[in-house]
């Protein structure tokens, strides 16, 4: 069965870092693309950040570069978001991705970590 289990979600103030984490299981985490969407309440589906498994590079929306880092654990099949200079509008469930075409195909999701940011 894959599972994607985020955690580190959680009530933080503006201007404060989280760092969201994903386990991967059951199917080859290796091989996939993996990254991070979200959705704030009203709102589409954002992709926020990928990366790529075979080269190791990382890819940001606008929206979060300079803010956001992705990183990856292949030996625990884990992916990692790092949050920092959080602001309000990053309020949103955030969502575990992976695919193999650098998360714009998305074959599996995550169930959801609630980020609430304070103003």
């Known amino acids: 069965e894959v599972q994607l289990v985020e955690s580190g979600g959680g009530l933080v103030q503006a201007g404060d870092s989280l760092r969201l984490s994903c386990a991967a299981s059951?199917?080859?985490?290796?091989?996939?693309?993996v990254g991070w969407f979200r959705q704030a309440p009203g709102k589409e589906r954002e992709w926020l950040s990928c990366?790529?498994?075979?080269?190791?590079?990382?890819y940001y929306a606008d929206s979060v570069k300079g803010r956001f880092t992705i990183s990856n654990d292949n030996a625990k099949n884990t992916v990692y978001l790092q949050m920092n200079s959080l602001k309000p509008e990053d309020t949103a469930v955030y969502y575990c991705?992976?695919?193999?075409?650098?998360?714009?195909?998305?074959?599996?999701w995550g169930q959801g970590t609630q980020v609430t940011v304070s103003s």
């Open positions: 991705v992976a695919d193999r075409y650098y998360c714009s195909d998305v074959k599996y």
């Open positions: 059951g199917f080859a985490f290796d091989d996939y693309d």
């Open positions: 990366i790529g498994n075979s080269d190791g590079r990382t």
